[in-house]
């Protein structure tokens, strides 16, 4: 299967390098044309304001809305805010996704933090995952199609999913654990509509 | 469960996320919206751009912590600020204004002759620079979690920042091709510590993420740093010292995306005004030279 990594700016070389080793084949997208043929596109992580300008320059918005109404998207920290309907702030977004996004939501960058955690619908779902959050956001409102996926202890929810769309407020592209990665592949695969 | 705050994971994880962009150095919390705004990853808070503090002579010290807050205010990307090369004090009080990195920099005055700041003393990252591996390699020892090529900043010429980025890899591809038996002697030739020189001899790379910086000033210079394999791009005095800073600091972002479309380099390079006005990196006399400061 054809994977695409959005390689307008980020940590989408992690992503690529995680999709590989589970056997894909992955294109790096940078314009329109790159979405030909690919069964799933992940948003990496990077600076979602720098990403979103890209997007609109290289005319890139449009086309992802529509392969996101027909395919699946995943969007880890950056891309996740992407995928939002509202983050609070005036900037570039595809909101695809039925929620409310808090940028920055712990705080700066002294407050980035690693935390295990089990999440137990990976496969296998032990041993626990390290879910690594670099000045993340939250997502602070779930409505419409979207449903929590995950939650810190404390009850904010870091991750969310609708139909075959995925947002992540942490970063699995940056451990070596690829179940997340192998979870949205199989999502990919899956015959769940939006 | 368990946490971690302010390990060398997070501390790297984020120059991981700046990767594939660009860094701009601004005075004001306008200059910072009009980066932010242009599509930068990361704005450098100082009180003078480096072709400023080369006109202007003196000492050059850390920027006052009420200019370092209003651009943290002004924009929602992170700020690094610079500190001095040995001066643990000033990064003490960047620390607790809550910049995003520290740059412990040469294009200031240099506060000790002989050391380095302890980096892994800190809670915030730091990113230093380098002219060669050894070097890259002692400021990662020491903590760094980020690097990028000296370069000459302020001159906006780009020749060092080639030579160093060329050094750098050159020196990786021939460790790589090292056997082990041969590592050590070329740790004590490089000066660099041994265990390190194991870990880029594995990778192939350096174990963090490697910027260009020093004499960056046109959309062109950033893709040729890009394609000789450096992560993101800093640009110093050429996208406020150039005539048109909007127009040129957003075509910089747009080539440092599409470095290998040279098409897209064209397009972007097309009627940007002057460039800063620069100077010879090669002919600046010795002691005007800011990449031989760092030891």
């Not at chain 1, 808090?102 to 619908?121: H, K, M, T, W, Y």
């Amino acid at each position: 299967m054809k994977f695409g990594v959005l390689a307008l700016q980020g940590d989408f070389r992690e992503h690529r390098i995680s999709l590989e080793k589970l056997g894909a084949d992955v294109t790096e997208v940078r314009l329109p044309a790159h979405l030909d043929g690919l069964s799933g596109l992940i948003i990496p992580g990077g600076e979602s304001t720098a990403i979103g300008k890209l997007m609109v320059a290289y005319k890139l918005l449009e086309p992802i809305r529509q392969f996101g109404k027909t395919h699946a998207i995943w969007g880890t920290c950056a891309g996740a805010i992407l995928l939002a309907k509202n983050v609070g702030k005036d900037q570039p977004l595809l909101g695809l996704m039925d929620i409310t996004i808090q940028r920055n939501a712990f705080g700066r960058q002294i407050d980035s933090f690693e935390i295990d955690l089990p999440v137990p619908f990976l496969t296998p779902p032990q041993p626990d995952y390290q879910l690594t959050f670099i000045r993340g956001p939250i997502i602070t409102e779930v409505h419409g199609n979207a449903r929590p996926l995950l939650s810190l202890p404390d009850g904010r929810i870091i991750a969310a999913q609708q139909g075959k769309l995925l947002a992540t407020s942490f970063h699995p592209e940056l451990t070596e654990d690829l179940r997340f990665h192998q979870y949205f592949m199989e999502l990919a695969q899956s015959g769940y509509a939006d | 469960m368990t946490q971690e705050k302010n390990g060398f994971g997070v501390k790297k994880g984020l120059a991981e996320m700046l990767k594939g962009g660009v860094i701009m150095d601004v005075v004001t919390a306008d200059q910072a919206k009009i980066a932010e705004d242009a599509g930068a990853v990361a704005v450098m808070a100082l009180e003078r751009v480096p072709a400023d503090i080369r006109a202007m002579g003196g000492i050059a010290r850390m920027s006052d912590p009420e200019l370092v807050l209003k651009i943290m205010e002004a924009v929602s990307i992170p700020v690094m600020a610079k500190c001095r090369i040995g001066h643990f004090v000033e990064a003490q009080i960047l620390e607790s204004l809550g910049v995003d990195y520290i740059d412990e920099s040469e294009v200031l005055t240099p506060a000790d002759e002989a050391y380095h700041i302890n980096k892994h003393a800190f809670k915030v990252p730091f990113v230093c620079g380098c002219k060669n591996l050894g070097e890259a390699l002692r400021r990662i020892g020491e903590g760094a979690a980020m690097m990028r090529t000296k370069g000459e900043p302020g001159t906006g010429d780009v020749v060092e920042a080639v030579r160093h980025a060329r050094t750098v890899y050159s020196q990786i591809r021939h460790l790589q091709s090292l056997p082990l038996e041969e590592v050590m002697t070329f740790a004590k030739d490089n000066q660099a510590p041994y265990e390190l020189c194991l870990q880029v001899r594995e990778l192939g790379n350096l174990p963090v993420v490697n910027f260009a910086a020093g004499g960056i000033a046109t959309p062109a210079d950033a893709a040729l740093m890009m394609q000789l394999g450096v992560d993101g791009i800093f640009v110093g005095s050429g996208i406020f010292k150039s005539g048109d800073p909007v127009k040129r600091a957003e075509a910089i972002v747009k080539a440092t995306t599409h470095y290998n479309e040279p098409g897209i380099l064209a397009e972007v390079s097309r009627n940007l005004g002057e460039a800063m006005v620069g100077r010879s990196a090669t002919q600046l006399p010795e002691n005007e030279k800011m990449s031989d400061r760092g030891w």
